[in-house]
């Protein structure tokens, strides 16, 4: 009696102080978190939680519970979806240990035993289901750690997507997740030896059971409950590591899931707007992110939410030529900062005990200066998205990025110098090559039929089909504008009524957005959406060519009460084909590959229409690169990175050159004007090196293959020759 009343006594005291402490540990650390999101991070006055928690619940249903982007990887989903899910059903263990730590080894779980359907009681279920899904954990961590072994950064370098992250913490995660199952099978084990298992559809429970049948009572309680206060204290340590690593993602994915940008579901889309009103600023207006502080609670979010998988780093197109920018580490140097300066920001420590943390710059203003974001890495991104797409958990590396630059573009006029030439050509001219609005008509007069231009004030949209946004590089760059002649020539011949807005066109503002001159971008919005509204462009459809003024236009916009159906050109063509107003009628015997545009394919989730356009030229032999759709690799010209300097690593075109011309084409094709220049540029370096003969590759856009096959209207096949107005568009 009195040893049992002893191993009574160390069981409820010992599993006591184990709760008692690491409960109190992990509710000290949890307060913390809690403060930096509601105290230190600022609110975001573009989200409307309530709005957004409807939005995205089914969202968020999807990507976490079915793990939906995890198993795009599909070994490593799936093992991540048997681990997960392993961890759901085991909190059924938590009440089972929490029982038999006050109550006794006899404890089960209440009316589990009592519901039976055809001989199979709810505990035989849960019992079966708790062992098969340690089981398939464990697989799941063997699967982990051949995946951390075989990507070892010391064998990798960089080519690792684990480059960079906290490796150690990793492990620890392994470890714990083995010792939880571990414990957890022995002390369901002994019970079973005891006569006490629950269940016997416990299948392995019951197989560590028979290690302990046949030992004394007393020795076997005694076994039970040390191991009962082990596993609690496996539990609760890996519950504090949980609060203090990267792990900590599985308590903060469901408030930042739910909390992200309603409008982005399917696609990446817009930049968060917030409205720059000059007449209500003052010397305390901070524009953009310069300090942690000044990051929204969602990014916070983000920041403790990144796992460190390293899947947005592998798909980088700067980090894979060689560029200081990873997205995974951008994350985790701003998170591991915000940890640092947390507690200072919170008013928990001065000046003098938090350091040199609350000096140091967010970003710096030269390469290699002292920063928490050195400032190459601020400047090689892209915004392509591709690390956006690639994330399990939603984080919104892009916004983050372009936050920063709006704080040094607008507050401290710091960005690379070259890219002011564009800023001063944009904002004077309206265009970034600096040409100027009343060349915008000049590409149409190669064209053998006039184009209706639109007058402001003459709300004439409506009597047109579409009306044809140009863009600046369609209207003033010469390459670009055998694509625009391309385009009305076949838009013409389909018997499209449209028209253009010539030279009351401006630029759209986007590569002043992406560098981070916010302001000018909104000036450049405002005056664009009162033009299309005085011509009544609402009242019809507007095709754009360019992905980036599509992009603009369609999701960005409508936040200056800009509302207008837009439609890339792309998606236009291929309604016109299956509408039978274009049919081909020349066949192409060419090897062609399709290089999707960032802002087309992950922005806006455009993929198929433009292959649509290609396939239906017969005689073309297409081609997918290894990287495509969804995981595409980018041009390099996004971001603004079109007006600056690439002077480290590979460049970003030259790699996706050299990815197109391993399918071996005569033709590569694309649907944007940047694409087009920079796969041009990429192809013409291959010549000049010697690698390529002139003309052995051409670089078009879909429209341009499209009039290769000589695309007629249906009623004049086989009557008319091709237009000598595509002329251009076919040498």
């Known amino acids: 009696m009195a040893d049992e009343t002893l191993l009574m006594l160390f069981r409820i005291v010992a599993g006591t102080a184990v709760i008692a402490f690491f409960g109190a540990w992990a509710v000290r650390r949890a307060t913390f978190l809690v403060q930096l999101n509601t105290k230190v991070a600022r609110s975001n006055p573009t989200r409307n939680i309530r709005r957004a928690f409807k939005a995205n619940l089914r969202h968020a249903l999807v990507n976490i519970f079915g793990n939906k982007k995890l198993l795009k990887w599909t070994l490593p989903g799936i093992a991540h979806f048997w681990v997960m899910w392993a961890f759901f059903v085991l909190q059924t263990t938590l009440l089972e240990a929490a029982g038999e730590l006050?109550?006794?080894?006899?404890?089960?779980?209440p009316l589990l035993n009592a519901i039976e359907l055809f001989g199979v009681t709810a505990y035989d279920v849960l019992?079966?289901?708790?062992?098969?899904?340690?089981?398939?954990?464990?697989?799941?961590?063997?699967?982990?750690?051949?995946?951390?072994?075989?990507?070892?950064?010391k064998g990798k370098g960089r080519s690792s997507r684990f480059a960079g992250s906290n490796l150690n913490q990793g492990w620890w995660v392994l470890a714990a997740e083995t010792l939880?199952?571990?414990?957890?099978?022995?002390?369901?084990?002994?019970?079973?030896?005891?006569?006490?298992a629950p269940t016997e559809a416990a299948?392995?429970?019951?197989?560590?059971?028979?290690?302990?049948?046949?030992?004394?009572?007393l020795t076997l309680e005694w076994i039970g409950a040390i191991n009962l206060v082990a596993h609690i204290a496996i539990v609760g340590g890996f519950l504090v590591f949980t609060l203090h690593s990267k792990h900590l993602h599985i308590v903060t994915i469901p408030f930042q899931e739910l909390s992200r940008d309603p409008e982005r579901d399917l696609a990446l889309g817009k930049l968060h707007t917030e409205k720059i009103d000059m007449e209500t600023m003052d010397e305390?207006?901070?524009?953009?992110?310069?300090?942690?502080?000044?990051?929204?609670?969602?990014?916070?979010?983000?920041?403790?939410?990144?796992?460190?998988?390293?899947?947005?780093?592998?798909?980088c197109p700067a980090w894979n030529t060689g560029k200081p920018l990873s997205p995974k580490m951008l994350i985790q140097d701003l998170r591991d900062h915000m940890y640092a300066k947390g507690p200072f920001a919170l008013g928990k420590v001065d000046e003098a005990e938090a350091g040199d943390v609350i000096n140091i710059p967010l970003v710096g203003d030269a390469p290699g200066q002292p920063s928490v974001i050195d400032y190459d890495v601020l400047w090689s991104c892209t915004t392509c998205g591709a690390c956006v797409e690639e994330c399990p958990v939603d984080i919104q590396h892009v916004d983050t990025i372009v936050d920063m630059r709006r704080y040094k573009a607008m507050m401290e006029s710091s960005f690379p110098q070259e890219a002011g030439v564009m800023l001063r050509n944009v904002e004077n001219a309206g265009d970034p090559w600096g040409v100027g609005q009343g060349k915008r008509e000049e590409w149409t007069e190669k064209l053998d039929f006039d184009i209706p231009v639109l007058e402001p004030g003459s709300d004439t949209g409506g009597e047109y089909e579409y009306v044809f946004w140009t863009g600046c590089a369609g209207a003033v760059d010469d390459r670009s504008k055998r694509i625009s002649r391309a385009i009305a020539q076949l838009l013409h011949d389909a018997g499209v009524n449209f028209a253009i807005f010539g030279k009351n066109e401006t630029?759209?503002?986007?590569?002043?957005?992406?560098?981070?001159?916010?302001?000018?971008?909104?000036?450049?919005?405002?005056?664009n959406v009162e033009m299309l509204k005085s011509v009544g462009a609402?009242?019809?459809?507007?095709?754009?060519?360019?992905?980036?003024?599509?992009?603009?236009?369609?999701?960005?916009?409508p936040d200056f009460d800009g509302d207008f159906e837009v439609l890339h050109h792309s998606e236009v063509l291929g309604q016109l084909l299956d509408e039978g107003r274009l049919v081909a009628t020349s066949e192409v015997d060419k090897r062609i590959t399709y290089h999707d545009p960032c802002y087309l394919g992950r922005h806006n989730d455009v993929y198929s229409?433009?292959?649509?356009?290609?396939?239906?030229?017969?005689?073309?032999?297409?081609?997918?690169?290894?990287?495509?759709?969804?995981?595409?690799?980018?041009?390099?010209?996004?971001?603004?990175?079109?007006?600056?300097?690439?002077?480290i690593g590979k460049r970003v075109n030259i790699e996706r050159v050299d990815e197109a011309l391993g399918t071996d084409p005569e033709l590569i094709s694309t649907a944007c004007p940047y694409c087009t220049t920079m796969l041009t540029d990429g192809i013409a370096q291959k010549v000049q090196e010697g690698s390529l003969e002139d003309g052995q590759v051409e670089v078009l856009d879909i429209a341009e293959v499209l009039e290769r096959g000589r695309m007629l209207p249906l009623a004049s096949q086989g009557v008319v020759g091709a237009s000598e107005g595509s002329g251009d568009a076919q040498t």
């Open 102 to 109: 006050y109550i006794g080894p006899e404890f089960q779980l």
């Open 127 to 153: 019992g079966f289901f708790q062992d098969s899904l340690a089981l398939l954990s464990l697989i799941g961590i063997l699967v982990f750690a051949g995946y951390r072994f075989s990507l070892d950064p």
């Open 180 to 196: 939880v199952i571990w414990t957890l099978w022995t002390a369901h084990g002994v019970r079973f030896a005891e006569g006490h």
């Open 203 to 217: 299948f392995m429970s019951n197989l560590f059971g028979q290690v302990f049948v046949g030992m004394d009572s």
């Open 284 to 315: 305390d207006t901070i524009l953009g992110v310069g300090q942690i502080e000044h990051f929204t609670f969602d990014r916070f979010l983000d920041f403790q939410t990144c796992t460190e998988c390293g899947r947005c780093q592998s798909q």
């Open 507 to 527: 630029c759209t503002g986007d590569p002043a957005r992406r560098l981070g001159m916010e302001y000018l971008f909104q000036m450049l919005a405002e005056q």
């Open 538 to 557: 609402d009242k019809t459809k507007i095709i754009a060519w360019c992905p980036h003024c599509f992009n603009t236009l369609k999701n960005e916009y």
């Open 609 to 647: 229409q433009p292959r649509k356009v290609v396939d239906a030229v017969p005689g073309l032999q297409p081609t997918e690169m290894g990287r495509c759709r969804s995981n595409g690799f980018c041009c390099g010209a996004g971001g603004a990175r079109m007006w600056m300097e690439e002077d």
